[in-house]
């Protein structure tokens, strides 16, 4: 059944699911006192990466800056400024995000990257 699906479909609905869980792991380790901003961007890496049938950089890029993005809205969602809330006050302050938070971000987007170019598991074969 699996098979009869087009690849490119199966990564993107793995995307968005990973996506989905990458988020809430980073809300709940916040709340743990934790924190790993990589980690909803590298879930979307994953998710689009296990259903993969081939190798596709187009895949991993676009996954990668979709991470990127995914990370940055975790971190306004999550912990946005104190003096202003709002996302427009956030994306004209980042350069006031701490060295950690950056890495982090960018941790994200990278692994993003890496895993959603390669397949991660051998369903369904080649295209």
Not at 57 to 78: D, K, P
Not at 98 to 126: D, H, N, Y
Request: net charge positive; hydrophobic share 55%; glycine share 14%.
């Amino acid at each position: 059944m699996l098979r009869m699906i087009p690849s490119w479909i199966l990564s993107l609905l793995g995307a968005g699911v990973g996506a989905v869980l990458g988020y809430l792991v980073f809300d709940w380790l916040l709340g743990q006192g934790f924190y790993a901003a990589a980690i909803p961007g590298m879930a979307l890496g994953l998710g689009a990466g296990l259903p993969a049938r081939n190798v596709s950089v187009l895949r991993g890029s676009i996954c990668g800056v979709a991470a990127l993005l995914l990370g940055f809205f975790s971190e306004w969602h999550l912990r946005p400024f104190v003096r202003d809330h709002s996302l427009s006050f956030f994306l004209t302050h980042l350069d006031h995000l701490s060295a950690v938070s950056w890495i982090m971000l960018l941790l994200g987007g990278v692994l993003g990257f890496w895993f959603a170019r390669s397949p991660l598991t051998g369903i369904g074969g080649k295209d």
